[in-house]
């Protein structure tokens, strides 16, 4: 780009202090990546490309109307200032046909914030080498994405924020023969060749595993231990609308009757929007700052997550949600089970490794339906016996999390997204492996 | 229309360039979505984005660079880096494409009536502030919502073959939706929305059915808060197109995509539980299934002249007579497996590849009225709207869920049910097909949101289907 996301981002906000002015009020949000993908399939390279894109959300207020536009920047201050004209004079023309929105909250405090972690990222040669080195003759497959991530807000009430962050994610698999896989992640801001191997090396010693004769199972009712990717993948569920001011409002939320007081999570169950230490921006893409959010406390609900439209239309405070009010930086709290103890407790039934596709049975009930996918095994005694085929899970997050939960982990995994739709994601969650006394397996 | 033509024809000739092949996919692309919530209007939301991505192939080896500076020297520098990155990645590259033939074809594609008049901005609101006030008042009735999406794209292909490609596309997508609470339960039904969007103008609105129908969807909603939970058993299952297209999409469409056969995507969006010596022979479902690629139909979403990669786009049969006959696969899949495919290379936007993806993906219409489907059916369910989905990465173990479920007794239509769902293994699920509905029972469906890839991609695709009826299925209810 011709400028730094941040001088690109700077120049966009003086033009608009220059050029909207009270009444008219303004929010600006920026996002910006230089990002580099690496496919691999059978550990070479399937298709590599790099990706430079910036956008900037617009929404000009004025009259008690508020409209919103976003447009993808050039990286040309020019033709960038262009464009913001453009826009501004479209959303000019705009409000004066839409109704004044009985809604409409906006941030008026002057708030500051900047964090720039700009450390070197790894060199691109030297990671294919590695990765070439490490999986030798592993059937590999995968995605390697690196690069900055910007992103920046600005309000005409003087509020300003930047979060920019430079780092990898190498998200792979390694398939046996038998087409079992171990799936596994490696990222961080700065690529150790000894970490990455010892990631190889945990996933390798699984993938021996794999290649024991297949067990399949029948429908029925097992005990389990779900590792904490197992994990995200219910939390993420549990994101869809779960902790959302509206969507508990408008009884579209799978916790609805738990924070209607009709049903509670076990007391293991402690569950934060940890913003602190996370990731993300200390900042919403609405103009709030934002802090930590106690969600669960002892299995009950607490706080929900509510952005500037729900705070005003469901008379709550505005916590920095963003617009769809999902967790960024969800966190579970450990237990006290130690992760070496874990089969011993587990005694007979299921390790699952991670699970997939999960959607709702029946919403208002909690009841989620999945698939076991990549290291799945059985266990007896404390030994693990052979990989499982795939099964199906149909079970309420009231029975998982609630009355056959029987244990957490003390040590917890920090999970990094890979979502890369539209961008890379700057969201985690920091989870521990659960043991339930009780899964549901239906297919 | 267009507008970008001769400036970028002109940039592209002045592109330089050491590699044996190049190209520049062009993609400008504005959206607006519009809603109404209990009828109240929410702010309007707009999108205006445009990029290009530059490819390039050097010694058979290739490389993307994607930008959104369209001058002349951020077009060269994106080319510039594509090019360094294919000569770095040369020494592990997967794939060697220099005998891959590439695409010189020159043609237009318009979606139909491109050039009429969509309502202006205040005019939408009004039509959904209208529908959001036709929802009846009553107590149980505790969140609704119409919208209005519109999106269109243009897209110009060059390459340095001579290719020059242009497509210009108006995608419209309607919705409504109704919640209905009784104090601990609540049941939502709705229409259009995920379930429903085609090419075209303000004839999309109306081929929705979105005029008239806030009372409508409000009663059914209404009707599932009163109904008992679907029972549990083995029957037979009539699926109305709305849902018949997610269960095309997921155990037909996304099994037969040639790239997860070939195990790129079996990182993240799966594998597939059919293999490339399938094709041919394999028995997918009952002698009454057959199954197109159809690019020709003009309204449905993913109706092109040619894909991403310049291949031209012809109606296939996948399926025919229950026999699977040919992969969703394009150009470059083609080429890795040497069997025939599709024209169905395709990427979300200018930031993306192109890959392997479903676009129009129907089912053809068979010889039975609703009716005769319906009197076919001894002990029966007929689902329509779906509202979940889950299948294995394999693309083979699956539970789907839809909104309305009414049970069939004897032949006749008996009584509304709440949460129907039914699983099943695509393996065997097709072969127990046992009627298809006429023309009659056929509707032009799609949906905006199929997501795959990595990096990942969300694309907009197309399912035409009639009613079908799948025999002995095990279908179930909710927990309350």
């Known amino acids: 780009m011709a400028a730094s996301p941040l001088h690109n981002f700077q120049d966009l906000v003086a033009w608009l202090r220059d050029n909207v002015r009270a009444p008219e009020q303004f929010t600006l949000s920026y996002s910006a990546e230089q990002s580099q993908f690496i496919r691999f399939n059978h550990a070479r390279v399937r298709q590599a490309g790099d990706v430079q894109q910036a956008g900037a959300s617009l929404k000009l207020i004025a009259d008690g109307r508020q409209a919103d536009l976003h447009l993808t920047l050039s990286g040309e201050p020019a033709l960038d200032r262009e464009r913001l004209h453009q826009a501004l004079a479209e959303l000019r023309q705009i409000l004066p046909l839409i109704p004044a929105d009985p809604y409409l909250l906006l941030n008026d405090s002057a708030w500051h914030s900047h964090q720039v972690q700009d450390g070197p990222l790894p060199d691109t040669a030297r990671v294919l080498e590695q990765i070439e080195h490490g999986a030798g003759a592993l059937d590999l497959v995968g995605i390697y994405a690196a690069g900055p991530i910007s992103r920046g807000f600005a309000s005409s009430f003087g509020a300003s924020g930047w979060h920019q962050a430079n780092s990898f994610n190498f998200d792979f698999s390694l398939f046996h023969a038998n087409g079992q896989a171990v799936k596994a992640n490696y990222a961080g801001q700065v690529w150790d060749n000894a970490a990455f191997a010892r990631r190889l090396a945990q996933a390798r010693e699984q993938l021996e595993y794999l290649g024991r004769p297949l067990k399949t199972l029948a429908p029925g009712q097992y005990r389990a231990y779900l590792a904490p990717a197992a994990m995200d993948e219910i939390m993420g569920m549990l994101c869809w609308g779960g902790f959302s001011a509206q969507a508990i409002a408008s009884k579209d939320s799978p916790l609805q009757r738990l924070y209607a007081g009709d049903a509670a999570l076990s007391p293991l169950v402690n569950i934060t929007e940890q913003v602190s230490g996370s990731l993300s921006p200390a900042f919403s893409g609405e103009g709030y700052p934002r802090s930590d959010v106690q969600l669960m406390d002892a299995g009950q609900a607490r706080e929900q997550l509510t952005n500037a439209r729900s705070a005003a239309e469901f008379e709550q405070v505005a916590n920095g949600a963003e617009a769809h009010e999902w967790p960024s930086a969800l966190s579970l709290a450990a237990g006290e089970l130690a992760l070496d103890e874990v089969l011993a407790r587990l005694g007979t039934g299921l390790y699952i490794s991670n699970l997939w596709y999960l959607n709702y049975s029946d919403l208002p009930a909690a009841r989620m339906t999945g698939l076991t996918r990549f290291a799945t095994f059985w266990v007896e005694d404390g030994q693990i016996q052979a990989p499982v085929s795939t099964m199906r899970f149909d079970d309420s997050v009231y029975s998982l999390l609630g009355s056959q939960l029987e244990a957490l982990t003390t040590e917890r995994e920090l999970i990094l997204s890979t979502s890369t739709y539209g961008q890379r994601q700057t969201s985690s969650s920091h989870l521990p492996g659960a043991l339930v006394k009780r899964l549901t397996l239906t297919l | ?480």
């Open chain 2, 1 to 480: 229309m267009f507008d970008f033509t001769a400036p970028l024809r002109q940039r592209f000739t002045g592109l330089n360039s050491g590699a044996e092949f190049f190209s520049l996919r062009y993609v400008q692309e504005a959206h607006q979505h519009l809603s109404v919530r209990k009828n109240i209007a929410e702010p309007p939301s707009l999108t205006r984005d445009q990029g290009a991505m530059l490819t390039v192939r050097v010694n058979g080896v290739e490389a993307y660079a994607a930008t959104a500076d369209l001058s002349q020297a951020g077009l060269q520098r994106a080319l510039d880096q594509a090019e360094a990155l294919a000569r770095q990645i040369a020494r592990h590259a997967l794939l060697d494409l220099r005998e891959q033939p590439v695409s010189s074809a020159r043609a237009d594609y318009c979606s139909p009536n491109l050039n009429s008049t969509f309502p202006a901005l205040a005019d939408c609101y009004e039509l959904l502030a209208r529908e959001s006030a036709s929802v009846p008042g009553d107590s149980r009735l505790v969140n609704w919502q119409a919208s209005l999406g519109l999106s269109t794209v243009e897209q110009i292909y060059l390459n340095s073959a001579g290719a020059e490609l242009r497509q210009a596309q108006r995608f419209v997508f309607p919705g409504m939706s109704v919640t209905a609470f009784d104090g601990s339960d609540s049941q939502s039904r709705s229409l259009g929305r995920e379930n429903f969007g085609q090419q075209g103008g303000v004839d999309v609105i109306e081929r929705c059915g979105l005029l008239g129908a806030g009372a409508q969807v409000a009663d059914q909603a209404l009707q599932l808060l009163l109904a008992p939970n679907t029972p549990s058993g083995v029957r037979d299952l009539l699926l109305m197109p709305d849902q018949m297209m997610l269960q095309i999409h997921e155990s037909i469409g996304h099994p037969l995509e040639m790239d997860r056969i070939l195990g790129d995507e079996r990182n993240y969006a799966g594998t597939s539980f059919i293999k490339a010596q399938d094709f041919g022979h394999l028995q997918y479902g009952s002698a009454l299934l057959n199954v197109t690629f159809d690019p020709a139909i003009p309204e449905e979403l993913a109706s092109y002249a040619h894909d991403d990669d310049g291949t031209p786009a012809h109606k296939q049969f996948l399926i025919r007579e229950g026999v699977l006959v040919r992969p969703l696969g394009g150009a470059l899949s083609q080429f890795r497996s040497g069997l025939d495919g599709v024209a169905n290379s395709r990427a979300c936007g200018w930031n993306r590849a192109p890959i392997d993806r479903m676009a129009n993906l129907n089912i053809e219409p068979g010889d039975k009225s609703l009716a005769q489907l319906i009197g076919g059916i001894e002990h029966g369910i007929l689902m329509r709207t779906n509202r979940s989905w889950s299948i294995d990465d394999a693309r083979n173990k699956f539970q789907f869920g839809c909104e309305w479920g009414q049970l069939i007794e004897h032949g006749e239509l008996k009584g509304v049910v709440k949460n129907p769902n039914y699983r099943g293994i695509s393996a065997g699920f097709w072969r127990n097909l046992s009627a298809v509905g006429d023309a009659s029972t056929f509707q032009v469906l799609g949906t905006p949101n199929c997501g795959k890839g990595e990096p990942n991609q969300v694309v907009r695709v197309g399912h035409a289907s009639p009613a079908c009826v799948f025999s002995q299925i095990d279908v179930f209810g909710g927990d309350a």
